[in-house]
Each structure stands twice: as C-alpha cells, then as structure tokens.
C-alpha cells in the first residue's frame, strides 16, 4: 500500500470521510498525515528493523579525532562498532566519564584498542589517529523509513504515492489509536490491537537460531574471550 491507501484504509475503519490526496490542504487530511508520520517515526526508533539497518565506514585521517556520522544515522546498532584495519572491536560508545578517564590519566595508553564517544551527530576517536588510511566499521538506524515512489529513502511520507519500510496494518493501526487518542474517544483497545500485533510484526523482522539448552563446553577454537589485545595470542 502507498501513502494515500494506508491513511484511506485508517480513515474507512475510523468513519471519517476518504482524502482524495496527501497534498490537500484540508485539516483533516492535513491531521491524518500527520499522524502517519509520527507513527513511522515511533515505529524507526522502537526497534532495529532489518529494512533500515546500514552499514558506515570511517577513514582516519592523521591529528583528527572528530568525524560525521552518516547523514541517515539515528542510533548505533549495538556492538557492531570494530576497527577493521586492525581487526579489534571498538571500545563503547564511552560515556563522557570514561572518556575524561582515558583523556585524563594512563587510561588512553592501557591496550591498542580505540575508543569511540557519540558526541550529537560526531563521532570522537580516541586516541587521536596518529596515521592516514585505517578505516572503522559500524552499523546503524538509518532514519529513513519511508520511500518515494522510486524507492528513494527518505524521513517523511510527503505524496500518495510514496511507501514506507514497514507492515502497512501496522501503520494503519497506529493512526486510527493516535486519531481516538488525540480526540479524547476511548483509546485502550485500539493500542492493545496495535501493540499484539506490533509484537507480532517485531519477532517475524528478529529472526533467532535456535537456543541450545544442553550445557555449554568450553570452546574449542580462538575467540574473543581467550585472545588478548595485542599480539593476536601469537
């Protein structure tokens, strides 16, 4: 469904009278895509869809310690941030505590590790990159759930035609809670019926392998936990 069929479809099942476009200037279809959008951008930050996840690469440039994120980033994806030049996982992001730590004492010089903080829309490399050309890896949220009508991701609905990344009864039940609620008419069971099926929507997008139960053996091959930091082991 596109833009304008997913708020018809929310306006059919509410009783309120179709928009015959997204562009019309009347309050009602002005309220209605309102609250598309703002139900889309609910639906970004709750949960890490597989449809708006991405991956960004930082070079590093010699005596630079700040770097943009990506233009699209809303939020890391957690532990997905590693050095891949030197194949190390990154330390944090770092709160504004411990990164005064590092900065402030032995700290910074403890392992080759880097650390990264997230200050707004920079991300901050610690310690400052002495060399030109090693590249760090992380994924992320990107903020574009919705799409044009060629595909083009993008923040916000704004035509009949443009789509979005996310099950189309999902956004129709966001609307019609958010109308009642922004209304005062009763409200609960139009949230229930979009949470089930919210929960519904978010363990089909998961996907889990399955649990083992037996008791775990020690492992057999290298990993994280019996490699040290510098050397490789070797």
Not at 126 to 135: F, I, K, R
Request: charged fraction near 25%.
């Amino acid at each position: 469904m596109n833009g304008l069929a997913i708020v018809n479809q929310a306006q059919d099942e509410l009783g309120q009278t179709r928009s015959s476009s997204l562009a019309a200037t009347d309050a009602g279809t002005r309220q209605f895509l309102a609250l598309a959008n703002a139900h889309g951008r609910y639906l970004m930050k709750k949960h890490t869809w597989s449809a708006i996840q991405a991956l960004a690469t930082i070079t590093l440039a010699n005596g630079t310690e700040d770097y943009a994120v990506a233009s699209d980033f809303d939020r890391f994806i957690d532990d997905t941030q590693w050095d891949r030049t030197n194949a190390w996982e990154l330390i944090g992001p770092i709160s504004p505590q411990f990164d005064r730590f590092r900065r402030e004492t032995l700290g910074a010089t403890l392992g080759p590790r880097r650390a990264i903080r997230l200050l707004g829309t920079t991300i901050r490399v610690s310690p400052t990159p002495t060399a030109n050309g090693d590249v760090l890896v992380y994924e992320y949220i990107s903020n574009k759930w919705a799409r044009s009508s060629g595909g083009t991701p993008q923040t916000t609905i704004t035509g009949d035609s443009d789509t979005t990344v996310f099950d189309d009864q999902l956004m129709v039940l966001g609307i019609k809670y958010r109308y009642r609620h922004g209304k005062g008419y009763e409200a609960d069971s139009f949230k229930d019926e979009h949470d089930d099926y919210y929960d519904l929507c978010k363990s089909s997008d998961i996907g889990v392998g399955v649990i083992n139960m037996n008791p775990e053996s020690l492992p057999e091959f290298i990993t994280l936990d019996n490699i040290p930091d510098t050397g490789y082991g070797v």
